[in-house]
């Protein structure tokens, strides 16, 4: 299996720059997985393709606002600093640029001091491990002085940080969003709850290795990165009921995909509990745990473009997405949203 084998065609001008002033009104791309059929409509009409008894699962991970624009002690060397994932107390792996700049012992001040970093080690792929002293709370430091980590193909400034979260965001820890969750807002989800569907939650704080290129031309020697889970008891439970009961799992994002194929046994139930998990799905892959998902549209050739087609096949996928570019949809994070829906009633 070839990455090229997911590439596709995609003009600059449809990368969405700007989240929508409303959440909700986006549009939305309907997918049969079975048959390839697809629907156009607006994001507020999920509610019509979702059954009493079906479960939502949205990942509740929060944005921390990684992104730190420092200087080298000594030199004033400009240096950008994004956090990745908390290794220990206040050790963090950071990605540096420049990372020339950043050898070990190196030591790094943000907002005139207030938060100092020196690096401790160099790690797997060049990444920093730095250590962060400073007074006060580390949260509340990093809430002032940092940005939010937004993808390299936006390139307008965010207004609110808050666009970049979803509304249910409630466990600090990702370097990126989970997406396809930004498309609810309170009403459509109490609406949508109103109908009889249950909402689950799970937590995957989301790595950049999500979003990187394949850089491998066989899809089986790409190497996924590590991000954490945690499934609670309480949610497991209510997933578990409603697969015992015959009705859908519909994951919201890729991220709660992966959450619960990583949880679920082989009868496709969820174990609670927490953990660090590498699952890289593409397709061949059975899915145990999900019957739909809820999805935005991705980049060529990256992982989430092979998990996509894992569910729905690759030729339906590729079709959807030619169909989307023909039909003007917004890509990426802050674009347009497709439902993968078995379209059962």
Sequence with gaps: MKTSDFNFDLPEELIAQDPLEDRSSSRLLVLDKETGEIQHQKFTEIIDYLNKGDCLVVNDTKVIPARLYGSKIGTDASIEVLLLKRQKDDVWETLVKPGKKAKIGAKIKFGDGLLVGEVIDVVEEGNRLIQFTYDGIFEEILDQLGEMPLPPYITHKLKDKNRYQTVYAKHEGSAAAPTAGLHFTPQLLKAIEDKGVKIAHVTL?????????????????????????????????????????????????????????????????????????????????????????????????????????????????????????????????????????????
């Design 205 to 345: 704080h989301v790595g950049l290795g999500t979003f990187r290129p394949v850089k491998v031309d066989n899809v089986l020697d790409h190497h996924m990165h590590s991000e954490f889970y945690i499934v609670e008891e309480d949610q497991a439970e209510i997933i578990n009921e409603t697969k015992k009961n015959g009705n859908r799992v519909i994951a919201v994002g890729t991220t709660s995909c992966r959450t619960l194929e990583s949880a679920s046994r082989e009868d496709g139930t969820i174990q609670a509990g927490s953990g660090w998990t590498e699952i890289f799905i593409y397709p061949g892959y059975g899915f145990k745990a999900i019957d739909c998902l809820i999805t935005n549209f991705h980049l060529p050739e990256s992982t989430l473009m092979m998990l996509v087609s894992a569910l729905a096949g690759k030729e339906h996928v590729m079709n959807a997405y030619k169909i989307a570019v023909q039909e003007k949809y917004r890509f990426f994070s802050f674009g347009d949203a497709m439902f993968i829906t078995d379209n059962r009633k």
